[in-house]
């Protein structure tokens, strides 16, 4: 029986210009994680579900792909657990893997099991897909690369800074510079836990923290009323609100935080580290960011717990954040680890993508193309022409050899749709001068060689 081809809703499908480019933005970000001293791994698609499940909140794990197992998954079940109905508690039952949700929870998981070997602090990349069940829209996929880098072993606020210069370096290659800088919004998990000490909310405090990272998506109005609907007093929202006011100076906000947070040991150290931050990173020439303070910052995921970074796209683009990151302290210890101070941020892949794209920020040099397609016609020797491309090829230039005899037409239209910067074909059966023809399918230039002027070819194709 026939089906329909079709992709699963939040997939897609990559080739030509569109994968070029992405490999382009790759290259440069993996470049640049090489030259700030950072080590390549990777790991597997899919996690055991228990490595996954309670690391990122309640929204969080609702959000992770399991994977059932095998077999007959359904007779091992607990009777109890079918007959409630309830997916929470069936799912130990009959799933016991988990596509990766992200590539921090894993990577602690990595460093647990490999610390034996790893020399500390420890500085790694990762760029590899991750998957979450998320309802599709413009920007929001199912399965998306992110592009991470981490360093576990260190405390240290340097590194923070280290990352704010690694950020800028990958967006300035890019061209995301002047007009189109992106902004960085800082914030630090040990002001919100100040905050919540204050205003008598801490146990209270993932509810306050989720509720509070939704306000890019719903606006301040409808965060203060979800607050109010979940009981939270409106102090609570009163408070926070004098944050948001944007005619407020950042240092008058800063000055705010000291005196609310006078009695909060927690929270005037994130106020610390959160100083130290803005003050050094003025030192720095980051020509591709706008950094800014925001105490509605959050960051959904649990595992935080000092500075918070997220990176928003350029004004101009209506996207949101391409971006992200921030220190965790206790990972490590979840997978029976001693603890270890970790920091890290993430590219989003796709996102940028999409704002590279929008503001027509790639090259043409990043076409999916073609050097020579070499015609095959009825005249053509296809083994002195099959020689011909090896030495093509053994100079760098990407040719082909059209792989059977058609119509000129046929072939023609072959290499327009390849992007073909040269087409190439031989005009007699014989070896004789001039029995090549070189046709530049931008400006329909002819030029004519024979077998043994490669070097004159290879000169015409490369200008």
Excluded at 207 to 231: N, P, Y
């Amino acid at each position: 029986m026939a089906t329909n081809a079709s992709l699963a809703k939040g997939t897609r499908d990559f080739y030509g210009d569109e994968l070029s480019k992405r490999q382009f933005m790759i290259g440069v970000i993996e470049k640049h994680f090489k030259q700030f001293g950072f080590s390549r791994i990777e790991t597997p698609s899919f996690e055991n579900y228990a490595t996954l499940i309670g690391k990122y909140g309640e929204e969080g794990d609702r959000l992770i792909f399991k994977i059932l197992k095998s077999g007959d998954y359904l007779s091992k079940a607990k009777e109890a657990a079918l007959t409630s109905r309830n997916s929470q508690d069936l799912t130990p039952d009959i799933s016991d893997k988990a596509l990766r949700y992200d590539l921090t929870v894993p990577f602690a998981r990595f460093v647990v099991q490999h610390q034996n070997e790893l020399a500390f602090p420890f500085k790694r990349y990762q760029i590899q897909p991750v998957w979450r069940a998320d309802r599709p829209q413009k920007g929001r996929y199912r399965e998306f690369t992110q592009c991470d880098a981490d360093v576990v072993g260190a405390q240290s606020l340097w590194q923070e800074l280290e990352f704010l210069q690694l950020y800028n370096a990958v967006f300035t290659e890019l061209g995301l510079i002047g007009e189109n800088k992106v902004k960085i919004k800082l914030n630090n998990r040990k002001l919100l836990s100040g905050i919540a000490e204050v205003l008598a909310i801490e146990d209270r405090l993932a509810e306050f923290m989720i509720t509070l990272d939704k306000l890019d998506k719903l606006g301040a109005d409808a965060v203060a009323e979800e607050l109010r609907s979940q009981g939270f007093e409106d102090s609570v929202w009163n408070t926070m609100q004098f944050f948001l006011d944007e005619s407020i100076s950042q240092e008058h906000k800063l000055d705010k935080l000291r005196h609310l947070l006078a009695t909060s040991t927690s929270g005037l150290k994130g106020l610390e580290e959160l100083e130290f931050l803005l003050n050094q990173s003025r030192l720095f020439n980051l020509e591709a960011i706008l950094l800014t303070f925001d105490l509605t910052l959050a960051r959904g995921l649990h595992y935080y717990t000092g500075t918070l970074y997220e990176v928003n796209a350029p004004e101009k683009v209506q996207l949101g954040a391409i971006g992200g990151g921030g220190r965790y302290d206790n990972l490590t210890e979840a997978f029976g680890g001693t603890e270890m101070s970790g920091v890290g941020i993430s590219f989003g892949l796709d996102r940028l993508y999409l704002v590279m794209e929008e503001l027509q920020l790639f090259g043409s040099h990043l076409e999916d193309q073609i050097d020579v397609v070499v015609l095959f016609l009825e005249q053509s020797d296809p083994i002195r022409l099959l020689q011909l491309i090896g030495q093509l090829r053994s100079k760098g230039l990407a040719s082909e050899l059209y792989p059977e005899m058609a119509k000129t037409a046929k072939q023609y239209k072959y290499a327009e749709k390849r992007k073909a910067r040269f087409v190439l074909y031989q005009n007699g059966n014989d070896n004789s001068s001039q029995a090549l023809t070189l046709k530049n399918m931008k400006t329909s230039e002819i030029h004519e060689f024979d077998f043994e002027s490669l070097q004159d070819m290879i000169a015409t194709i490369g200008a």
